[in-house]
């Protein structure tokens, strides 16, 4: 019993001995390498670039107060459609003390001056009658009445603008009433009621009561690399694709390429705005982003050809062409690349159609 499992312990240390020696030299022998096999194509070949930006209305206009005071009454809310001329806002103004006694004054001052230039034109009147005062005195005497009725009407409407905002003779066309100054949809109202604005001036841009703009007439607006600029031509399409709207895809016109650059991060970028064409049934908002592909240039039905496959040296292009599909024997063959996409290559010549080449090692790893 004893010899049976001394001898079975010899054999198994054996066979582990020879199996041990077996794998290392297993692991020494070099690994067979597969390649993938590459066919030269005939395809289409376009150079995109893709410009990031946002979509904007093209007429966007900035609705503002006219004179200072504070928001009465709103009529509109952001989102709903507005016509020209129709009323957004109502301010009530709020009187400098100053200017609302410099204004009484000048009223109290009109009345008294046309009263005594009536009672001056009633007894000019029948001087005249009498023939004691020439014709001359006595337009001159008129003159002053209507003078004066002139004034007492303009120290009215000053006293009325003071107050309310409007002179009392054109109560119809005052400036409390803010109204839209373009057909479209309101994007915003910053302010509420009570809120106090200023009207615009010389010293400052005045209060902003409401934003409107044209929702079918729409921008694509983006920043293109100097690199890339000198390839853009107005005129050009592009593939516009709004992320927010799942990624939907429409198309614009390319209508204006910056002439001056600005730098952002060490590269001079030019902003660049194409027509947006969307359809009536989507539903855009403004700023929504945006990716715009533009095509640089294209190559149609030209030999083509993995651009991996393509080994470039400082003196020379080649690819390696395989004589042996089943041994995958390979013979370098110079080539001549066209225009790139990044993923394809155009060829120029050195292959023809349905050669095959060997393109990157397949990887025999298990994962």
Known sequence: MKKVVKWTFVVLLAVG???TFFFLWKRQQPEQV??????????????????????????????K?????????????????????????????VPDMAQLSTAESRLRIAEND?????????????????KVISQEDYDKSYLQIVQ?????????????????????SSKNAGNTIV??????????????????????????????????????DMLFIGKIDETEVGKLCEGMTMDLIVGALNDQCFYAVLEYISPKGTESNGAMMFEIKGA??????VRIRSGYSANAEIILSSRKDVLALSEAAVHITSDSTYVELITDTVSQSVVPQQVVIGLSDGIKVE???????????RGNPISNKPM
């Open 114 to 130: 046309l009263t005594n230039k009536a009672q001056i034109f009633q007894r000019d009147s029948v001087l005249y009658i009498k």
């Open 347 to 357: 060829i120029l010549s050195g292959l023809k159609e349905g050669d095959m080449v």
């Open 65 to 93: 107060a006219q004179i200072s005071g504070i928001v009465a009454e709103l009529y509109k809310e952001a989102g709903q459609q507005v016509k020209s001329g129709e009323a957004i806002a109502k301010i009530k103004v």
């Open 17 to 19: 001995v020879v199996y």
């Open 179 to 216: 109204r839209s100054t373009i057909s479209g949809t309101i994007l915003d109202i910053p302010v509420k009621i009570g809120n106090s604005v200023i009207n615009v001036n010389t010293m400052n841009d005045g209060t902003t009561i409401a934003t409107v703009a044209d929702m079918s």
């Open 148 to 168: 004066a009725r002139e004034e007492l009407k303009a120290a009215k409407d000053n006293l009325s603008i003071v107050k309310e905002g409007v002179a009392a």
């Open 34 to 63: 597969k390649y993938e096999t590459i066919c030269v194509e005939r395809r289409d070949i376009e150079k995109r670039t893709i410009v990031t930006g946002k979509i904007e209305p093209r007429d966007e206009v900035a609705i």
């Open 276 to 281: 947006a064409h969307i359809p009536d049934s």
